[in-house]
């Protein structure tokens, strides 16, 4: 069992930044991939970035490449997503999750998520 609380949304302007952290539970946090989703109002829950066990491997949706970038820190658990040059079509929860094997761009391959943290890019 893992549970994620994801920190550090909130409101900025475009072209502005914000760094987004998951804290994970558990003991076998190195052995999961770790994705980031996102869901707009009236939205899909749509994928962002992932990263498999030990942050060599890394995917990104084509939407957010080049500004965003996810990463990990096994030792503390700790799954992280910079997002650099936001705009407002980034406006959205955003939320991280957890699946036991490699990384993986569909929401439905992921066993657990957290309750997520609002993003909002003001123009």
């Known amino acids: 069992q893992v549970q994620l609380v994801e920190s550090g949304g909130g409101l900025v302007q475009a072209g502005g930044s914000l760094s987004l952290s998951c804290q994970a539970s558990?003991?076998?946090?190195?052995?999961?991939?770790m994705g980031w989703f996102r869901q707009a109002p009236g939205k899909e829950r749509e994928f962002v970035a992932t990263i498999n066990w030990n942050g060599d491997s890394t995917y990104y949706a084509d939407s957010v490449k080049g500004r965003f970038t996810i990463s990990r820190d096994n030792a503390k658990n700790t799954v992280y997503l910079q997002m650099n040059s936001l705009k407002p079509e980034d406006t959205a929860v955003y939320y991280c999750?957890?699946?036991?094997?490699?990384?993986?761009?569909?929401?439905?391959?992921?066993?657990?998520w957290g309750r997520g943290t609002q993003v909002t890019v003001s123009s």
């Open positions: 558990g003991r076998t946090f190195s052995s999961y991939a």
């Open positions: 999750a957890a699946r036991a094997g490699g990384p993986y761009v569909s929401r439905y391959g992921y066993n657990y």
